[in-house]
Nanobody, 113 residues
Framework: QVQLVESGGGLVQPGGSLRLSCAAS????????MNWYRQAPGKERELVAS???????YYVDSVKGRFTISRDNVKNTVYLEMNSLKPDDTAVYYC???????WGQGTQVTVSS
């Protein structure tokens, strides 16, 4: 059974930082691309960052230079380091392997003064 458990969200002031984690189980994690998505209130879910099994990364333009995706194939965990946070980054953040239909519960990130 595939499980994805996101954690690390919270309330942070503009300019602050957070590190999100996603613990995966139930599939051969090291072989899969892993993505971080986010969904803000009233908006569609969007892809934020992606990391291949070999460590190649992709970022949506709005987070380039501020967010860093990484993975630990021993711990079966993918991370999203978020710096210089802006109010527009406020959303529920989810991790997912694009070829596996399961979603986790997400973790709320709120950027506000």
């Amino acid at each position: 059974q595939v499980q994805l458990v996101e954690s690390g969200g919270g309330l942070v002031q503009p300019g602050g930082s957070l590190r999100l984690s996603c613990a995966a189980s139930g599939f051969t994690f090291r072989m899969y691309v892993m993505n971080w998505y986010r969904q803000a209130p009233g908006k569609e879910r969007e892809l934020v960052a992606s990391i291949s099994s070999g460590g190649v990364t992709y970022y949506v333009d709005s987070v380039k230079g501020r967010f860093t995706i990484s993975r630990d194939n021993v711990k079966n965990t993918v991370y999203l380091e978020m710096n210089s946070l802006k109010p527009d980054d406020t959303a529920v953040y989810y991790c997912k392997a694009p070829n596996i239909p399961s979603w986790g519960q997400g973790t709320q990130v709120t950027v506000s003064s």
